[in-house]
């Protein structure tokens, strides 16, 4: 049980004021902005204090938590290898080891194993490590890549010879993308700005001074990106907002070695609401674009003259199909399709033009296109895996049209899918529109009103939810919790329309389809307004901090994780990472219009004096996404306000960025923690006894 009640900490009251047309707020807590204030680091300690204090009677159920999902996981394991340029590329994790070893073998598994890139080594004296970038030159003999030790995305590009093991003197700080030309002596990368943004492409010449700037993006809604096509024939440019993109290409033909660097043409220039991506084959590029339809349609044009004027149409836009992705092969093209929230693969013959799906077997599941690195085969990788089925890799016979099972993640113990069923259910919104929910729980629950139940959402930037297998769920499903997905809009479950109808002016279409599905699921029977958690993390937390304002009586729990709470606060404050960008999704407050409507869902400004439901709020320290204060700050005025006594609890991860800790067993106490709230706060704490068969 926890602990019994203590009192938490009070941060102080600084008030602040912030005029905007001619709208006046008082900020009592915009001072734990002031990261390298000493008082701020004590009041954020403070709270780590509290969190473990009141939970202090849970020790005992953290560590059955976290041996039984360990139990689970095989922790010595490969991944399965991947072919590139004669080599077989892999990763292993080994008992007792945070992070995995990258490897490759010559040709064949059979061939002696070189260890490519040894994460824990890296790690070593660091309580964050995470890899960005791992690119490897055509020859085989360098990898380009990139490591952050802070968890603010400072992620530094190294230069190995893999040939010797030693990484070269070339290094260059805080990149993003990168992409070899084919000479293996020039690497081009991205660079950014004080705000994050990716905005800089530099060319590298090893060995060499000075590097050479080969474009600029002014515009602040714009990322960009370098890639290298799988043909290995060109390298693309891509400049992107939320709502245009821009690509530029190049021969990847090692010009670069010849001094000055050759420069990139543009395929299409960026226009308001077009978006396009581009793949290359033989003397056509082919492209998704949504111009003439917002879910895409599939177009072609040759090498030679790619602009708009000769685009030849190859598929039509379909108002129920989203297309995703595309991939190009050497004889076959992939098409990445989405329809009623499930993702299927469309496989076309580029030499007859005939075409096929691949079929998969459950009604609720997911599917994503795997590591295919190579482009004269006729294998198409892709991870097949749903709320039963652990993911599973599979490659595909795109001539013969089958696929063969390579590795399906093992799950240790007794665990038997048979016992859970999925679900696909759809609620009713306010304004009549049909909401997809995917649901999971054991046969042997009851549907009755008396089953806790973890719904779960996201709902932002067109992210589409998976309905994908998670072993620590066991967890809680073995204890009677069902476990739901809302696919609310705002996301890219039902394809462009869907997120256009959940952002901008339209954005409380996400809160209120959430409350709609949590309404549902009572009414239902699946669950009651006392036993339902909800849980969402980054702009998952902006949803559910919100549906805690709008609702606060039909949940019972709250998990919160790096939240984006302080809406308006961050979105007027165009130095922080992602702001300007962002303004295409929520809107900018310096227009009145976009300001008050985003001021009447603002988790933060809307917090009131009111009941609550149960909380668990989390954040990262070195979060560069969605900073500490933001949590921090809706945490103090929330204890001023709320006139309940349920507990409220803020948990600080000094060392972690966005997505927590970073290393496995680290992140599964994190997740045992966080279980062991759920079930405390719902009086569940032993699994329920196995289901006759």
């Known amino acids: 049980m926890i602990a019994p009640a203590i009192d938490p900490p009070v941060a102080s009251r600084h008030p602040h004021e912030i005029l905007l047309h001619g709208d006046r707020r008082v900020d009592d807590y915009f001072w734990l902005r002031e990261k390298t204030n000493p008082a701020v680091t004590e009041y954020l300690e403070a709270e780590n204090s509290y969190t ?7 020790e005992e159920l953290q560590e059955k938590l976290y041996h039984e999902m360990l139990a689970r996981i095989l922790q010595t394991d490969l991944t399965v290898p991947y072919r590139e340029h004669g080599w077989l590329y892999y990763s292993r994790t080994e008992e007792g080891k945070q992070y995995p070893s990258h490897c490759r073998k010559k040709g064949s598994l059979e061939a002696p194993e070189e260890i490519v890139l040894d994460l824990n080594r890296l790690a070593e004296g660091h309580a964050f490590m995470s890899l960005g970038a791992f690119e490897v030159s055509d020859d085989g003999a360098l990898l380009a890549y990139s490591t952050d030790r802070t968890g603010f995305r400072v992620y530094d590009l190294h230069v190995r010879d893999l040939r010797t093991g030693a990484d070269l003197p070339d290094q260059v700080a805080d990149v993003e993308t990168i992409a070899w030309d084919a000479d293996g002596r020039t690497l081009l990368y991205t660079v950014k700005d004080a705000a994050k943004r990716p905005h800089r492409l530099y060319q590298h010449r090893l060995g060499e001074g000075e590097d050479t700037l ?12 370098i890639g290298r096509s799988r043909s290995g024939a060109y390298l693309f440019l891509s400049s992107g907002s939320h709502t245009q993109s821009e ?20 395929i299409a220039a960026r226009e308001p609401e077009h978006e396009y991506h581009v793949d290359h084959h033989g003397d056509r590029f082919y492209l998704l ?4 339809g917002r879910n895409f349609r599939l177009v072609s044009a040759p090498v030679a003259t790619p602009g708009k004027e000769h685009w030849r149409e190859e598929m039509p836009h379909r108002p129920d199909v989203m297309l ?18 499930l993702v299927r693969f469309r496989v076309t013959d580029l030499r007859s033009g005939a075409w096929h799906r691949v079929e998969f077997p459950e009604p609720v599941y997911t599917a994503s296109s795997g590591a295919n690195h190579e482009y004269d085969t006729v294998d198409f990788r892709y991870i ?19 696929s063969a099972l390579r590795k399906r993640t093992e799950v240790l113990g007794d665990y038997d899918p048979s016992r859970y069923e999925s679900l696909r259910l759809h609620a009713t919104a306010t304004d009549g529109t049909k909401i997809p929910l995917s649901l999971v729980r054991r046969k042997d629950v009851p549907r009755d009103g008396s089953a806790p139940l973890l719904l779960y959402g996201y709902g932002s930037y067109g992210l589409a939810l998976s309905a994908a297998f998670n072993s620590n769920r066991l967890s809680l499903l073995d204890r009677g919790m069902i476990y739901a997905i809302a696919h609310v809009r705002g996301g ?8 256009d109808q959940g952002r901008m002016l339209q954005k409380r279409n996400t809160f209120t389809d959430f409350i709609a599905c949590a309404e549902h699921l009572e009414r239902e029977r699946w669950t009651s307004a006392a036993r339902i958690v909800i849980h969402g993390g980054s ?28 809406v308006i606060n961050t979105m007027s404050d165009e130095s922080l990472p992602l702001t300007v960008g962002e303004f295409e999704e929520w809107g900018n407050p310096a227009v009145k219009a976009e300001y008050d409507y985003m001021k009447s869902y603002c988790p933060y400004t809307n917090l009131a004096a009111q009941r609550y439901p149960t909380m668990l709020v989390r954040t990262s320290f070195q979060d560069s996404q969605v900073m500490y204060w933001e949590p921090a700050k809706y945490v103090a005025k929330l204890r001023a306000l709320k006139t309940d006594t349920q507990p409220l609890l803020f948990k600080v991860n000094m060392q972690a960025g966005h997505g927590g800790a970073s290393g496995r067993y680290d992140f599964l106490r994190d997740v045992a923690f966080d279980y062991a709230f759920v079930l405390t706060q719902l009086g569940i704490e032993r699994p329920r006894p196995a289901a006759a068969r």
């Open 289 to 292: 674009t949504n111009q003439g």
């Open 324 to 341: 995703e992705d595309l991939d190009c092969f050497a004889n076959h093209l992939v098409l990445q399709e989405r329809e009623d929230g």
């Open 384 to 402: 097949y895996q749903s709320f039963q089925t652990p993911p599973s890799v599979y490659d595909y016979d795109m001539a013969g049209r089958s």
């Open 492 to 499: 890219g479950e039902m394809g462009k329309a869907w997120h």
């Open 539 to 566: 702009a998952g937390g902006l949803l559910v901090g919100a549906a805690a304002n709008l609702a606060p009586d039909r949940f019972r729990i709250v998990i919160s994780q790096v939240p984006f709470v302080d």
């Open 52 to 58: 473990g204090a009141m939970m202090a009677g849970t």
């Open 247 to 266: 690509v530029h290409y190049r021969r990847a033909d090692g010009s670069g070695a010849q001094g000055a660097a050759s420069p990139f043409t543009r």
């Open 214 to 225: 080969l474009y600029e993006e002014p515009d602040e809604r714009f990322t960009i990106e």
